[in-house]
């Protein structure tokens, strides 16, 4: 039986509300279970996750969550010991490419073992190979529909005769602004942001920040409240840049207390 021009039209109008429905739904569905945008950290020990055993060592990428929202999850790749050439010569990078999706994030932090010119493995000079390595991340994570984000490292606790806090990370703080300039990445000057606050907190009080304990006096690493400290400027730069915004980090003036801080055991 064939239709009449009326019933054709009545019955396509009446299948319009019905597939402005079927999309909505769908479209509802999709955005609630929209996968949460993941924040990479590429980095060495300052960053790196510590275990039960270097307890009560922290590194700044343990307590940046604390600073974000938890749609925001932190998948802290910094290893101790690594500098950009040597983490990416052991496969580290490609781990994270393999696992990073478009609007994830990557923040590279790297130069404390690039600086170490008596190791070939980790050493790079830092207006060439440092750069040349940097850039992997950035084309690697920029490949792959993801947002790489420099770091410049974070600084030591070192002051001169007159408790003046000096720099301790000759041209590569310099050498990654530039890059950061030329390829358009954004940059988070923790370098720069380290040092003024060591220089406000002053020779002792700075000691409460670092990884001093009976046995140790560590001027590189952390301990809880030094880590936490750390993290808080990383995340406000993340918002001054406009990485993040507002509704994605939290607490950035308030009190975290030490002990949210834990130890996991080391897998096997």
Known sequence: MSLTRRQVTSAALAAVPLAALAAQGSAQASASHKRPRTLYIAGDSTAAQKYADAAPETGWGMALPFFLHGDRPVAN?????????????????????????????????????????????????????????????????????????????????????????????GDYPAAMRALAQRERVALLDIQALSLALWQKLGVEETKTYFNWTATEQDNTHFNPPGAIAVARLVARELLRTRVLTPREVRRLDDEIPASWISWPQASA
Request: charged share 30%.
């Open 77 to 169: 790749h910094a290893v101790n010991g690594r500098s950009s050439k040597s983490f990416i010569d052991e496969g580290r990078l490609d781990v994270i490419l393999g696992a990073i999706r478009p609007g994830d994030f990557l923040v590279i932090q790297f130069a404390h073992n690039d600086e170490k010119a008596e190791d070939p493995t980790r050493y790079t000079e830092p207006w060439t190979t440092y750069q040349d390595h940097l850039r992997q991340y950035v084309d690697g994570a920029r490949a792959r529909g993801a947002r790489p984000v420099l770091a410049t490292p974070v600084e030591r606790r070192r002051f001169d005769a007159s408790g003046n806090a000096v720099p301790s990370h």
